[in-house]
């Protein structure tokens, strides 16, 4: 049996993976604030916590995969540091906190969901992407409400990416047998873009968001990604980033990836010295 943890479960991309690793006969738990197995509240440490123990308890301590959708989008109703503490801890605690029952597993992978909009959206605050990186809860969110939703959206998502790309490389993830990589999904026809309750403004912006494909993608075209990133057909991937943006950050960034890289001395000396 393998067991798979979805948060976000109960709509959007999350509900939509849910149904796929289903489908496909895997079992798979979603977590949620309501309307899905477990009950929880990622914005909390507490609510963390009893998330990790909830699905421990289901799972009997054996986990294959995690992936984390849960996410607030950047509506000005919610406050920039409630969107920190969701968006980046609330995905990087619930998976440090399930990395043990992931390395019982031996072979196992956790896919955390960052966005496009690292790359797309102007003047990201870099103070909070770093204090992300730190740790440092109470700096971040004190942050995030300085800055507001729209700027902190962006940042929790750098901040996830950069954090997934420094942790899979460690010998805590990929040296325990857990590929851990990110998606970062372009706009998305999901609540989160399309809901009663986003800010006129911002639906206008979204209308005029360009993508060279012609239209927004769908929650079962990154479900599908997904499904990909938990099987062994893509065993090679680890500490990824994957765009499926339909062409957004191609057309905005042509040449900002790949880079050159100009290593320093302690660099070669660090990865390359036998
Ligand atoms: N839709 C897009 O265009 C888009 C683009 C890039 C990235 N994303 C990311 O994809 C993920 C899924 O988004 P979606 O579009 O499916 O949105 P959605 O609003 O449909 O789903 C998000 C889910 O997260 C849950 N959630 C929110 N706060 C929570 C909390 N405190 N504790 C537990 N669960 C909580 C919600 O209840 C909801 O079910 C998010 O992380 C989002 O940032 C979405």
């Known amino acids: 049996m393998v067991n798979i943890v979805v948060t976000g479960a109960a709509s959007g991309i999350g509900a939509a993976t849910l149904d796929r690793l289903r489908t ?12 899905t197995d477990i009950t929880a509240d990622l914005a909390s440490i507490e609510g963390r916590q009893d998330a990790v123990a909830a699905v421990l308890d289901s799972t009997s301590g054996l986990v294959h995969g995690v992936v984390c959708c849960a996410g607030l989008g950047p509506l000005s109703s919610h406050s920039g540091g409630k969107l920190v503490a969701v968006n980046y801890f609330g995905a990087v605690n619930f998976l440090d906190g399930l990395r043990p029952a992931l390395a ?17 959206q102007p003047g990201i605050p870099e103070k909070l992407v770093a204090a992300c990186l ?3 809860e109470s700096a971040a969110v ?5 800055v507001g939703a729209i700027p902190a959206y ?38 989160m873009t399309s809901g009663p309750d986003l ?3 911002l ?23 997904i499904e990909f990133l938990t099987g ?6 680890c500490g990824s980033v994957l765009f499926a943006d339909g062409g957004t950050d191609a057309l905005l960034r042509q040449t900002d990836w790949p880079s050159i890289w100009e290593p320093t001395p302690e660099d070669l000396t660090r990865h390359f010295a036998g």
């Open 203 to 225: 639906a206008k912006a979204l209308d005029f968001y360009p993508v060279p494909l012609g239209r927004r993608g769908r929650p079962d075209e990154i479900a599908a990604l």
């Open 104 to 120: 019982r597993a031996g072979q196992a992978y956790a896919v955390a969901i960052s966005s496009s909009s690292t790359s797309t």
């Open 199 to 201: 800010d006129p403004g």
């Open 232 to 237: 062994d057909t893509a065993s090679l991937l």
């Open 154 to 191: 962006p940042a929790s998502k750098l901040a996830l990416a950069h954090w997934v790309r420094r942790s899979a490389v460690t010998a805590d993830w990929i040296g325990a047998g857990i590929r851990l990589n990110a998606i970062a999904p372009g706009m998305i026809d999901t609540p």
């Open 24 to 35: 496909s006969g895997h079992d798979a738990i979603g977590v949620d604030l309501a309307g």
């Open 134 to 136: 730190a740790g440092d």
């Open 142 to 146: 004190a942050l995030g409400d300085t």
